[in-house]
């Protein structure tokens, strides 16, 4: 469980981060980066800086090593921010918020699909709603 300087420090070095790779980065390697969460260790010494990168799996590995690579300019850069010690900063994929962007594609091309056949399986004057489902009558309308 993280200690609420452990979560202060978490949030302020993610939106400098999200500030820094996308504005102070001239690598094009890294525009589809965006910093979702970043963890520091107990002790403060290590931040490991989730990343959610968009493309090819060949443009994703590009990505993560001009981070690698960037990262003392990133470290100099919030030098700024007042910190006693400053942690090293580990760059990783957020693989959870990717599968989480598949999902949420998935639905949509979905959401697409009923939209392009409305009214195949409902009768007429029948709505898509689960079968089953009791819904209130509108508001100030009396029920026989």
Known sequence: MATRRQKRLNELLREELSLLIPGRL??????????????TTRDM????VYVA?????????????????AKGFL???LSGLGLRRLPELVFAR???YESGERVLAILA???QHDEAAPGEADGP??????????TAPPPGTESE
């Open 125 to 134: 004057g029948e709505s898509n709603t689960l079968s089953g489902a009791v």
């Open 75 to 77: 470290r100099s850069q």
């Open 45 to 48: 010494t290590t931040a490991k």
């Open 109 to 111: 091309e979905l959401g």
């Open 94 to 96: 957020d693989r959870q």
């Open 26 to 39: 001239d690598d094009p390697r890294v525009m589809p980066a965006t910093v979702t969460r970043v963890e």
């Open 53 to 69: 990168l968009s493309g090819s799996e060949e443009e994703a590995e590009q990505a993560m090593q001009a981070l690698e690579h």
